[in-house]
């Protein structure tokens, strides 16, 4: 596709359970990454994948959080016996080079409520 | 660690008013600067970024200026418009730390009435 594809766009889910969130990065780019959008809040930093480098896992807020990329391309966040303090939007993003001047071109986001 | 704080909001104005949002950041290295905007209801899009000190980064009227002296990067719009109504987040990107996370500060809520 065009942009950054994210899925799905709204997940209910009561506590406890387990989710998953995909992304779908643009097609040809290297880095991709996932933040935490909480009401009020700004941007949360999670992970970033670059390449076939291991990622920078410094944002996960706990051993609940995980995230894979496979084959360079699509990603999963997974969220272990989810808390009602998990429910955000989480957003990724991927650019299409190394460096620090590039930019970021977000997905619209999956809405995560836990009830 | 590397952060961008930015003033809070909401800010409310009127059509053909002038805007400053202000933005300042603490980094270990020498960042690139961005500027996004989420619309209501769309995702974050870039809206103008700076990678070196002095530079000046501008986009649909908006403007902001690397500063390193003052570690700042407001944005300026001479008149906005109803339009322009959405929030804004500055960021920056730091290298330094051999990875190059972009941290976000918290946004500022923008409403231009007509």
């Known amino acids: 596709g065009a942009g950054v594809s994210q899925s799905p766009s709204n997940k209910v889910t009561e506590k406890g359970k387990d989710v998953e969130l995909r992304c779908d990065p643009i097609?040809?780019?290297?880095?991709l990454y996932w933040y935490r959008q909480s009401l009020g809040q700004g941007l949360e930093f999670l992970i970033y994948?670059?390449?076939?480098?291991?990622?920078?896992k410094s944002g996960l807020p706990s051993d609940r959080f995980s995230a894979e990329r496979t084959g360079g391309s699509v990603s999963t966040l997974t969220i272990q016996r989810t808390q009602q303090e998990d429910s955000a939007v989480y957003l990724c993003?991927?650019?299409?080079?190394?460096?620090?001047?590039?930019?970021?071109?977000f997905g619209e986001g999956s809405r995560l409520t836990v009830l | 660690g590397d952060s961008v704080t930015q003033m809070e909001g909401p800010v409310t104005l009127s059509e053909e008013a002038c805007l400053t949002i202000?933005?300042?950041?603490?980094?270990?290295?020498?960042?690139?600067l961005f500027w996004y905007v989420q619309y209501p209801g769309e995702g974050l899009q870039l809206l103008l970024k700076?990678?070196?000190?002095?530079d000046k980064g501008s986009n649909k009227g908006f403007e902001a200026t690397y500063r390193k002296e003052t570690t700042s990067f407001h944005l300026e719009k001479g008149s906005v418009q109803v339009s322009d109504s959405a929030v804004y987040f500055c960021?920056?990107?730091?290298?330094?730390?051999?990875?190059?996370?972009?941290?976000f500060g918290t946004g500022t809520r923008l409403k231009v009435l007509a």
């Open positions: 700076a990678t070196k000190a002095d």
């Open positions: 960021a920056l990107s730091d290298s330094t730390s051999g990875t190059y996370k972009y941290i």
């Open positions: 993003a991927s650019r299409q080079s190394s460096g620090n001047t590039g930019e970021l071109f």
């Open positions: 097609s040809g780019h290297t880095a």
């Open positions: 994948f670059q390449g076939n480098s291991a990622p920078d």
């Open positions: 202000n933005c300042t950041y603490t980094a270990t290295g020498y960042p690139s």
